[in-house]
Each structure stands twice: as C-alpha cells, then as structure tokens.
C-alpha cells in the first residue's frame, strides 16, 4: 500500500512538472520618470561615499594602549642600552620600528610626540654618521624625556600577566 502511494504521488509530481506553465508574466518596473532614477542614484552615490570614512578609523586611544605600547615597545628600547654603550649601530637600526611604534601608540601629546620623533631623528642621524658618542647622547636624552627605565615584573608572587591584552604577555616580562 505504501509502495502504490509512494508512486502515485511520484506521477502527480511529474505530471506537475511537466503542465504548462501560466501565460502571464510579471512586468518587470523600468518604466520610472527621470527624477525617480536621479533620485536613486544621488542616494546610492552619497550612501556609497560615507563608506570609505569607516575605514579611517585610526583605532583607540586609551591609557591601557598607551601602557602596552609603552611595556612592548619601551622595553625592546631600553634594551638598546648595551648595543649604544658598545657603539652596535646595527643592532640600533634594526630596533628602528620600536622607536617608530613607541612614538606613535605611546604618547598621546603631540608636542611630546613631536619632541620624541626629532629624538628618534638625532638617534638615527648619528648611526647614518657612525658617531658613537652622538648616539650616547641622543639616546641618553631620548630615554630620559621619555622617562624609559627597566621595567621587571616578577612572577615569584603569581600570575605575570592577567590578559592577552596585558604588556606583559608574550614578552620576557610575562
């Protein structure tokens, strides 16, 4: 019984399949005047040109960005201090993108930021020279306007980093 409904119901889906289809067809609507389509198009045009605006977006500036660029990128240039005593000008053009990535996610003042940029300007001015006592004072004097010191976190007393988002993380300090 089961059989005979299964193929009944098989005919009845072919012979549906198979029956000519409605003689009537669906307008499509071009028939619109001029100011309907300029219309459209002028809101099409301004949607689409406040578009490339979000992506501009130069991302946020918060104390605890600022604390990871400082942690991350402070820390890979205070770790210069023996490649500068030694006159490695090398080793201190290869750190060059710790100076640019300090500048830019660590200082939020500009007239500070600008301060940090001529330093970092007077660092690399005196590697392209080969003055290694210019190198010493420049960097001594970025360091200190910069307040760059060691900084040592201990994980003796537990955990060393508390997030991903953390400094610490991924680095010798966590």
């Not at 219309?39 to 045009?45: E, L, R």
């Not at 537990?158 to 010798?172: A, E, I, L, V």
Request: glycine letters at 6%.
């Amino acid at each position: 019984m089961k059989f005979s409904l299964a193929l009944v119901a098989a005919f009845a889906a072919s012979a549906n399949a198979f029956a000519p289809a409605s003689v009537e067809r669906t307008s499509t609507s071009l028939a619109m005047d001029r100011r309907t389509a300029a219309t459209q198009i002028a809101t099409t045009a301004a949607v689409l040109s406040g578009l490339p605006s979000l992506a501009l977006a130069d991302g946020a500036r918060s104390a605890a960005t600022e604390a990871r660029a400082r942690g991350i990128y402070g820390q890979r240039i205070v770790g210069l201090e023996s490649a500068v005593n030694s006159g490695d000008f090398g080793a201190v053009a290869a750190e060059k993108n710790a100076f640019i990535l300090f500048n830019s996610g660590a200082i939020s003042d500009k007239a500070k930021k600008a301060e940090a940029v001529k330093g970092t300007n007077a660092i690399f001015a005196a590697i392209r020279a080969k003055d290694a006592s210019a190198l010493k004072s420049a960097y001594s004097a970025y360091k200190s306007a910069n307040d760059l010191k060691v900084i040592t976190a201990s994980t003796d007393q537990g955990q060393g980093y508390s997030s991903d988002y953390d400094w610490k993380t991924r680095t010798p300090a966590g």
